[in-house]
């Protein structure tokens, strides 16, 4: 962990504490400015040539191993934003089912961020509390009775909890929070994500075919994973609850 923040520099520690500190204050906001109506009815019918995001996505948001598309219902507001800004703009490539950068060009700044604020309110109901539905990650039995590889669970575990000193490798949750669950603004919520997405980011972030990380830190990360490393976190991350043991209740319920 050390050496890995000492190759991002004090600017990459400032970022993660900031964020740690910042999360409450967005958890339990609207996105000011932002039409949720419209952002629903982009999600559910599209506009103009751009089809519903529900057509790969699913009509709940919470994506498909088939397709290979992510879990989107939930999401961190900012991180949502941000991809469809990068998208727009090309700085960040659609190479799963190549629709995305035409997609995100088709609608204008204000129904990406009216799209994004609607998918981070899927579950939430903005009064203190969050909607605990049901899972969306993958069915890993179910994905390896269809022939796709998977990992060990509790080596993933291992990985994002603890990291691998040695190889220095941080732990997942020193950004993305436990279990991965995201920490407003910056880091996304990865737990509960869908499984190929995950694996399929990690190569990617790992071969640096996808580069709009903030200061290059997952492709610093990914660098020095392997295969089974990857396979081990996607197979935990995708199961991982929520709460933690002895506690039902996730961090925005705390909040007044």
Known sequence: MRTYLKKLGSASIVAVAMSVVVSAAFANEKVAGADYGNGKSIFE???????????CHGADGLGNDSLGTPRLAGQIYQFLAKQLD?????????????????NAKGLT??????????LNSIGRNFSGKQLQAASGGSDIDALKESGTEVGVAHLGKALVNYGDGKRGIPA???????????VDPMYPRIGEQKFNYLVNQLKKWRDGSRANDPMGQMRAVGEKLTDEDILNVATYLTQAPQTTLGNTRIPVEHLP
């Open 45 to 55: 019918n599209g506009k103009g040539d751009v089809p519903a995001c529900t057509s």
């Open 86 to 102: 990068d998208y727009a703009n090309d700085r960040r490539q659609d190479t799963t089912m190549f629709v995305m950068n035409a």
């Open 109 to 118: 700044p204000q129904d990406r961020k009216d799209v994004a604020a609607y």
């Open 172 to 182: 997942c949750l020193s950004c993305h929070g436990h279990n991965g669950r995201g």
